[in-house]
Structures are given as C-alpha cells and as structure tokens.
C-alpha cells in the first residue's frame, strides 16, 4: 500500500472550505441531512482540492450468495491516491425501491464518515427514537 498522505492533505484542505450542512430531509422522527444537502456543503470545496467522490456498487459472490456492497471513493486526481469505504448493503435492500433506498442512505453515512462531517440531530440520535419512540435528553 503506497503513502496516501496526499488525499488526506486535500481532504482536509477542502474541509475549511466546507458550507454549513443544511437539513432539508424530513422524516417521521424530525428532520435530516440529505445526500444533496451533504453534496451541497462539500463538493465545490472537495473539487478546489482535486478531490473526486465516487460511489459504486460491488456485488462479492465469494461465499456463494450474491452480497451487494457500496463502495465509496475520495480520489486525489493528481497523486491517484484515495481514501475507500465499503458497506454490504445486504438485508437492507428489499426490492428496487429498498435498494436505492439504501444506496442513499449509506452513501450519505460512508460520506459523512470519510470526512469526519458533524452528525445532524437525527443521526446523533443513535437509533433510540426509531426504535423505543423517546428521544435522549442531554
């Protein structure tokens, strides 16, 4: 595995260029961040440092059984270096819909990961309102 200090030289470069992520999901349990509005606050600035985010889907069937996965991308275009994420999507995706359902999802989380984006408050929730219907108090 080669140096790939250069990616993330410009991935944090980039990140004080960054716009304030907006909100513009609304979902049952409050509001959210969307893939465009995370798209939004990072791709210009990404773009100023030569960073290009690319998303794809890998299907593993070395077990056998086919196993969907998301891989994310953030690629230095000039050193060719980059930064990887993989997501099994399986159990996730039910039908066409529930798969690009899911493929959003993740993409949104895999990039909010990668760089290190602060969490909206539905996503901070760690799941405790979907599934008991009360929220944290902090």
């Known amino acids: 595995m080669g140096d790939h200090t250069s990616i993330y030289i ?5 990140r004080t260029k960054f716009k304030p992520i907006k909100q513009s999901g609304k979902a049952q349990y409050g509001t959210h961040s969307t893939i465009k509005d995370i ?6 600035a990404l773009f100023a440092e030569g960073v290009f985010i690319n998303h794809e889907i890998r299907v593993d069937f070395t077990t056998g059984v086919p196993v969907d996965i998301l891989v994310t991308r953030l690629i230095h275009i000039t050193t060719k270096t980059e930064m990887k994420s993989e997501i099994v999507l399986n159990g996730m995706n039910r039908g066409p819909q529930g798969t690009g359902s899911a493929i959003t999802y993740m993409r949104r989380y895999s990039l909010q990961t ?3 984006l602060t969490p909206d408050k539905s996503t901070e929730d760690d799941g405790d309102f979907a599934s008991t219907g009360k929220r944290k108090t902090i």
Do not use: Q, R
């Not at 410009?10 to 980039?14: I, L, R």
């Not at 798209?39 to 210009?44: L, Y």
């Open 114 to 116: 990668m760089l290190n």
């Open 10 to 14: 410009a991935v944090e470069a980039a």
């Open 39 to 44: 798209m939004d606050s990072v791709e210009m």
